[in-house]
């Protein structure tokens, strides 16, 4: 944890979870060292990695803190045990951050807080390169952004997500049923639900993309299309689950998809087995996954997703 000026700042945690993504966690701690921020500390959730990721943390840089679980939790349930760990401290704000995303901007965090001090925000998202799977190094770098003030958005990208303690005191932690993809979707839109605002800075976060995750193509092309119908029962409602299930057929069973967009990553995850056969088999096993879970997805829609009393937000918005 840096040490100065630590008063006037309020502590933020920056949790990077991984999954045997040595590969990346050099260039991601490297690029963190970037940050002029006075009072922040980092912790590695190791979901059970095998290649010596959380070894390689500890010896080059001994002040981050190591959480090793022992076995893949998932993104939900990984971020989740780290999570718990930062509630139960000093830390105002936490970060999520992808082992295979870069920080770019020295000045993301103070950016971030000061986004943030308008009581409204619950979460702030940055400016988010991808990089499609692909490593550029000439966005390696420090890129310094003029200051500007936060835009509104209705969604922030997960892979670098900035989250304010007391709004996940008040609406809980990731859904671990998720277990990975459409979880910090799920998040966001509980906390809208709540009162709160989301918004995005300039600071330049660069992203490769898939990280460890783009070895396994069918667990990603089973867990995108299982949680994209399984966000719709909890969050939009039966009409567009059901839009979701003929799109969702379309996308994985169609040799010539209609609605099919290359440059949309969900939906290239969804097809990332490159077997039309193999797709057919997954979509009847998420359709049978979801219309089993459906009773507890709807038990939590109700009780995750009901207008939640906020009174500093409903107050400061009446003012404005």
Not at 84 to 113: H, M, T, Y
Not at 126 to 145: A, H
């Amino acid at each position: 944890m840096h040490q100065t000026s630590l008063a006037a700042a309020p502590q933020v945690d920056i949790i990077v979870i991984t999954f045997n993504g040595m590969i990346h966690l050099e260039r991601c701690f490297r690029a963190m060292q970037r940050t002029d921020y006075p009072n922040y500390r980092t912790i590695l959730l190791d979901n059970g990695s095998t290649d010596g990721s959380a070894d390689l943390v500890a010896d080059r840089y001994p002040d981050c803190q190591i959480i090793r679980t022992g076995k893949n939790l998932g993104f939900a349930g990984g971020n989740n045990v780290a999570l718990r760990l930062s509630l139960e401290g000093q830390a105002e704000f936490v970060v999520l951050l992808n082992d295979d995303s870069f920080i770019c901007d020295p000045e993301w965090l103070s950016k971030a807080v000061a986004a943030a001090s308008d009581p409204t925000v619950a979460m702030v998202g940055f400016e988010v390169i991808q990089g499609g799977g692909v490593y550029d190094p000439s966005l390696d770098r420090s890129i310094t952004s003029p200051p500007v003030s936060p835009v509104r958005v209705g969604r922030i990208e997960g892979s670098s997500l900035f989250i304010r303690t007391g709004v996940l005191r008040q609406i809980g932690l990731l859904d671990e049923i998720y277990f990975m993809y459409g979880e910090e979707d799920d998040l966001e839109m509980r906390a809208k639900r709540a009162g709160y605002a989301l918004v995005k800075t300039n600071s330049v976060v660069f992203h490769i993309g898939g990280g460890t995750s783009r070895r396994y193509p069918v667990k990603i092309a089973y867990y995108q299309s299982r949680n994209y119908l399984r966000y719709a029962f909890k969050n939009l409602g039966a009409w567009r689950a059901l839009q979701r299930i003929v799109a969702l057929g379309d996308i994985l069973c169609n040799p010539f998809p209609l609605i099919y967009r290359k440059d949309d990553r969900q939906h290239l995850r969804m097809r990332s087995t490159g077997s039309l056969l193999l797709n057919c088999g997954i979509y009847a096993l998420v359709l049978i996954w979801n219309a089993i879970h459906l009773p507890q997805t709807l038990m939590l829609r109700f009780q995750r997703n009901r207008p939640i009393h906020n009174s500093t937000a409903s107050r400061t918005q009446t003012e404005a």
